[in-house]
């Protein structure tokens, strides 16, 4: 737990987790990602809080949110990165199964760096993760007070 | 002065010649007696008396009698001198009367007291004193003489008149009360200038002065001076003459050149003088601004300097001739600017000594509007025309409708009291029920003699009536004219029925409220149906949204599990796939496969959803763009077919431009993909125009339909082929059927079986 990660990946769908980090695991990325299982852990997580309290300091290179999760969904979390001066620098990317209208229009109008549909086919699953982790933890570079490539 | 005693003068002799032939008649009388004592020669002869006659009268006797009195006075006064004392009249012997002046002297004679008389015959002298009076008097100038210490010794009534003062008060007054106080010391030294060299000056030679009236005013005057000789010396006669008339005239003539010059500067037509050689003498402002060149830039020039070529305008032949000929010409000219700009005028060219005047009027404006006028005055007569033909019409129509106004108007009455479908009830000012036809016993069961003369609150419920229901239904309708309410009523036997009523104010021919009259219908059955529409519309929208959420979570939640599904069976194929049987990996290829056609499958339906629920953004759409563009996007379907492209013109529509292109590419695909057996694919787009609205057809010659099965082609998850024959969900035409009703169209489709297929749909013409 107290291993510096680079990306924060917020899902609730152990499935979902699993079949993610396999993805990342292509680009030898899975060792990167810190998973949280709901809102309320990715909030802990940026605010040193709960199980986090003794994490390394440091933000993450991005946060990756699923929309619809118990507790405080993904759409939430996202308004409280982007409306807080020390998160909202971070790159958040929003995960969901299908392009619902008004949860694509709600996350680029709380500031959503990205937003991401997980496709059905597995063979589209694993390119869209592996581009999405190849993208934001890789090629980006990161905003000042990032937790740093090792 | 001394007394003398003649007896006692030495050379006695010579005294007595001294005395006898002394021009001037003289004689001596006794103080006493008065009787003359002794006269001279020169008396005789001027009296006529002989000298024994003369010694017997007294000085009384050559006295006109009125004067006698005053010589008495005059001889007690001892008045001696050696002037002359004038103003004396004697009579001689044939009794005229002469004027004389007299010297007289005491003296001794014969021890007599006696006084010694000189007289002068003065008479001659007088007349023409009196002519010259005369003369002066009658003059139209006014005159006045002066003497040589410039005192006025004569004036004449016309001095008077000038200067205020009477004779009276000038005679021997300086001449310095008639000159204005700052003139009088100058008028000194021109007096003793004048007197030094006296010569006459004549008022032509206009010494313009001025002379001070009695009421302190300045008088304009011009002065001419004669010197007169007189007894005294030289006297000066001047003649004034008053010019104040001339003066005035003169400064309104000055004033009125100043005006009329201002006149011309700033009047708003043209004036302008050229010479003889059409050079510019005077322009005004007007005249400048109307040629567009300064006053500068005129004056001077010559007008075929300032505007080269205008010698050969018509306007220029005009001048010529106005010159030539010394007539005036009138014109009206369009003038045109170097620039271009034309402009009209109306020109006066008024011949004149220096050459040609010219008055110049812009009329463009005036032109324009005779123009307008002329036009508007064509167009009115047109309209006057056309107006009394649709007048003649409309007064036929009106007797016609007239007619039939007053047979409605019988007939009204009738239908009034048998209408059974309404209510109809006339209520007085304050709501009182005045007539009460069949239809409203019918709706209320009140008869119209239980109603009549009844409040028409009566027909409200009783929490109506206490909210001042009625009474306010009747204000609405004053303020708006007519008001119209719905809501329960009551009827006789207290059962309610739902009414809609309209009421109208009744007014009098002066406009005054004379009442209502109140339409009532029952509509209670109708309500009840809206209330049940209502219901069932809220309870519509209801699984509506049951319906969306429904689908959002089909598209989330079944998506998930198939994903994983994917996933998991692809993670264990890459694990173990070396292992499995020839057997086994079909059954994962089906499983796969299986997965995939239901994701489709629900993307179709939730696009489907979507497209009956999102909101509609119309604008105007060229359709030949939409289907350029679907052919554009179908390129990895078409690209090893042989397809014949056959796109007529298609009409401008108006619509939600994301859903109509979801039409096209639904509508084109499947015509793409049900050809796609025929070595030679023909497809065709095209519309035609029908009861308003645009028919839209696309046409292939692909593997087409069973007309039977025509109504099942637009229901979802329809399909007509198999899966492996022509792939898809069945989803596509569903969706075009609910694009083309969103829009208010219609589809429908025409097909033979092997032997292609028509889409149809339509949309409103704008």
């Known amino acids: 737990m107290n ?109 959503a760096n990205a937003f991401v549909v997980k496709p059905v086919d597995f063979r589209d699953f694993l390119y869209t993760v592996k581009e999405l982790g190849l993208f934001w933890a890789v090629i980006n570079e990161p905003p000042p007070n990032s937790i740093q490539k090792k | 002065m001394y007394k003398e005693d003649f007896s006692s003068f030495n050379n006695k002799k010579q005294l007595e010649i001294l005395f006898e032939s002394n021009p001037f008649p003289m004689w001596i009388y006794d103080l006493e007696s008065l009787k003359f004592l002794a006269v001279n020669n020169a008396a005789v002869e001027k009296y006529g008396y002989s000298n024994e006659k003369f010694c017997s009268l007294t000085i009384k006797d050559i006295r006109p009698k009125v004067d006698v009195e005053k010589l008495i006075k005059n001889i007690e006064q001892e008045t001696l001198s050696y002037q002359w004392s004038s103003g004396w009249k004697h009579i001689i012997k044939d009794g005229s009367v002469i004027d004389v002046e007299i010297i007289s002297h005491e003296i001794l004679y014969n021890r007599i007291k006696a006084r010694l008389v000189v007289v002068n015959d003065v008479t001659e002298r007088r007349r023409i004193e009196e002519n010259f009076k005369l003369v002066i008097e009658s003059s139209p100038s006014a005159m006045v003489l002066t003497n040589q210490e410039g005192t006025i010794t004569l004036v004449n009534k016309q001095i008077e008149k000038l200067t205020g003062y009477s004779s009276i008060e000038l005679i021997g007054k300086p001449l310095d009360v008639l000159i204005p106080s700052r003139y009088r010391h100058s008028h000194v030294k021109h007096e003793i200038n004048y007197h030094k060299n006296p010569s006459p000056r004549n008022i032509s030679e206009r010494r313009e002065l001025y002379c001070l009236h009695k009421n302190g005013r300045e008088i304009p005057v011009e002065i001419g001076l004669n010197p007169v000789k007189t007894k005294d010396g030289i006297s000066v006669l001047a003649s004034l003459l008053d010019i104040s008339e001339r003066k005035r005239a003169q400064e309104e003539l000055v004033e009125a050149e100043k005006r009329y010059r201002s006149a011309l500067e700033h009047m708003t037509e043209g004036f302008q003088i050229l010479g003889k050689d059409f050079r510019y003498l005077y322009i005004n402002k007007a005249a400048s601004e109307q040629g567009r060149k300064s006053i500068n830039e005129l004056l001077g020039r010559t007008m075929m300097e300032v505007y080269p070529g205008i010698e050969n305008t018509v306007m220029f032949s005009m001048l010529l001739r106005c010159l030539e000929h010394i007539v005036p010409v009138t014109m009206e000219n369009e003038f045109a600017y170097p620039n271009g700009d034309k402009r009209w005028f109306h020109l006066n060219m008024e011949p004149v000594p220096e050459g040609i005047l010219i008055l110049s009027r812009d009329i463009t404006h005036e032109k324009q509007a005779d123009e307008e006028l002329h036009q508007y005055r064509s167009n009115l007569e047109n309209l006057v025309i056309e107006r009394t033909a649709q007048l003649e019409e409309k007064t036929k129509e009106l007797n016609a409708a007239f007619e039939l106004q007053r047979e409605r108007e019988e007939n009204l009455k009738l239908i009034f009291e048998s209408i059974n479908d309404y209510a109809i009830i006339l209520l007085d000012v304050n709501g009182y029920i005045n007539s009460w036809n069949t239809g409203a016993e019918k709706f209320t069961l009140y008869r119209q003699d239980d109603i009549l003369g009844k409040h028409f609150s009566i027909l409200f419920p009783i929490e109506d009536q206490l909210n001042d229901l009625p009474k306010k239904e009747l204000e609405t309708a004053i303020i708006e004219e007519r008001s119209e309410v719905e809501g329960w009523r009551i009827k006789k036997d207290g059962n309610r029925f739902w009414s809609l009523s309209i009421i109208n104010v009744l007014r009098d021919k002066s406009g005054n409220i004379s009442g209502f009259i109140k339409i009532l219908k029952d509509m209670t059955e109708r309500k009840i149906a809206a209330e049940k529409l209502k219901d069932h519309s809220i309870k519509l929208e209801e699984l509506n949204k049951e319906l969306e959420s429904f689908s959002y979570s089909v598209s989330h939640d079944l998506r998930a599990p198939l994903r994983h599904i994917d996933g998991f069976i692809q993670l264990i194929e890459k694990d173990i796939g070396t292992k499995l049987s020839d057997k086994n990996k079909k059954y994962f290829n089906y499983i796969t496969s299986s997965v995939k056609k239901m994701g489709l499958l629900i993307d179709d339906l939730l696009s489907f959803s979507r497209m009956g629920r999102s909101e509609m953004h119309e604008s105007e759409i060229n359709p030949e763009e939409l289907v350029n563009e679907c052919i554009k996007d179908l390129i990895d379907e078409t690209k090893d077919r042989d397809i014949n492209w056959k796109i007529n013109k298609l009409p401008k529509v108006h619509g939600d431009r994301n859903l109509l292109m979801q039409v096209f590419i639904n509508l084109i695909s499947n015509a793409v993909k049900y050809t796609k057996k025929k070595e030679k694919a023909v497809i065709e787009i095209g519309a035609k125009s029908a009861e308003g609205k645009h028919i839209f057809y696309i046409k292939d010659n692909g593997a087409g339909f069973d007309m039977n099965y025509a109504s099942k082609l637009f229901g979802v998850f329809q399909r007509l082929h198999s899966d492996s024959e022509y792939e898809g969900t069945g989803i596509g035409l569903a969706n075009v059927k609910r694009i083309i009703n969103r829009h208010g169209g219609k589809v429908w489709a025409e097909g033979i079986v092997n032997n292609g297929a028509v889409f149809y749909f339509t949309l409103n013409k704008k």
């Open chain 1, 3 to 111: 291993e510096l990660k680079r990306i924060l990946y917020a899902e609730d769908d152990v499935k979902d987790i699993e079949l993610t980090l396999n993805a990342l695991d292509e680009y030898k990325l899975a060792n990167e990602v810190i998973v949280v299982n709901d809102g309320e852990e990715a909030l802990d997580f940026l605010y040193y809080k709960g199980k986090f309290i003794n994490r390394p300091v440091g933000n993450p290179a991005v946060v990756l949110l699923d929309i619809k999760m118990p507790k405080i969904t993904g759409l939430e979390v996202l308004k409280q990165i982007k409306s807080d001066p020390n998160l909202k620098m971070i790159p958040a990317v929003l995960l969901t199964s299908s392009k619902e209208e008004k949860d694509f229009l709600a996350g680029y109008q709380l500031g």
